[in-house]
T-cell receptor
Framework: AQKVTQTQTSISVMEKTTVTMDCVYE???????LFWYKQTASGEIVFLIR??????ENATVGHYSLNFQKPKSSIGLIITATQIEDSAVYFC?????????????FGSGTKLTVEP | AQTIHQWPVAEIKAVGSPLSLGCTIK??????LYWYWQATGGTLQQLFY??????VESVVQLNLSASRPKDDQFILSTEKLLLSHSGFYLC?????????????FGHGTKLSVL
């Protein structure tokens, strides 16, 4: 069974608007960590933002923020004031437990296209 | 500042030929190291991880092997390539001493098996 599911294959938005990307995860652990990365056209993987399962507050970094709905096992990524350079593939990922070397499970990705 | 260097940038290889990919991390002692594989247009799948020299754990069996001959070096290899090995290979590291830190990825190696 997939541990991380991203149902949106691709999204297209106009520049300067807000976009939300969905992600649901599956875990039995009480402690887990959720991440969003983006992959640029060159293949580079860039870390964006992280949410710890025990934190109630939604994480925010720059124009990225998260909508963490723990009862729904959902972690949405919100990008405000989108820019052309935000066009990329966005991956949601989850790691269970506290060890750094635990497997990081990735979703299938959502391709975001920001139009001028 | 820490840097991660992967080599080669791209490879075109024949089915049945051997393969060796590498990565080096500079500026960070005793990192955790990881190999990921991404099929074209697909998700990232963790293959191996290593928390110390000479110790490598396999996560997914894809007829590949990995080794960590030095603290800052991680090698991915196979003696016989399959068509299914084509894809994008990414090396990554994380600090060992910081719990649940993010991964820092290299720029990847694009492998085409013909």
């Amino acid at each position: 069974a997939q541990k991380v599911t991203q149902t949106q294959t691709s999204i297209s938005v106009m520049e300067k608007t807000t976009v939300t990307m969905d992600c649901v995860y599956e875990t039995q652990d009480s402690s887990y960590f959720l991440f969003w990365y983006k992959q640029t056209a060159s293949g580079e993987i860039v870390f964006l933002i992280r949410q710890d399962s025990y934190k109630k507050e939604n994480a925010t970094v720059g124009h990225y923020s998260l909508n963490f709905q723990k009862p729904k096992s959902s972690i949405g990524l919100i990008i405000t004031a989108t820019q052309i350079e935000d066009s990329a593939v966005y991956f949601c990922a989850m790691r269970e437990g506290r060890a750094n070397y635990n497997v990081l499970y990735f979703g299938s990705g959502t391709k975001l296209t920001v139009e001028p | 500042a820490q840097t991660i260097h992967q080599w080669p940038v791209a490879e075109i290889k024949a089915v049945g030929s051997p393969l060796s990919l590498g990565c080096t991390i500079k500026g960070k002692s005793s990192p955790n190291l990881y190999w990921y594989w991404q099929a074209t247009g697909g998700t990232l799948q963790q293959l191996f991880y290593s928390i110390t020299v000479g110790q490598v754990e396999s996560v997914v069996q894809l007829n590949l092997s990995a080794s960590r001959p030095k603290d800052d070096q991680f090698i991915l290899s196979t003696e016989k390539l399959l068509l299914s090995h084509s894809g994008f290979y990414l090396c990554a590291w994380s600090p060992r001493t910081v719990s649940n830190e993010r991964l820092f990825f290299g720029h990847g190696t694009k492998l085409s098996v013909l």
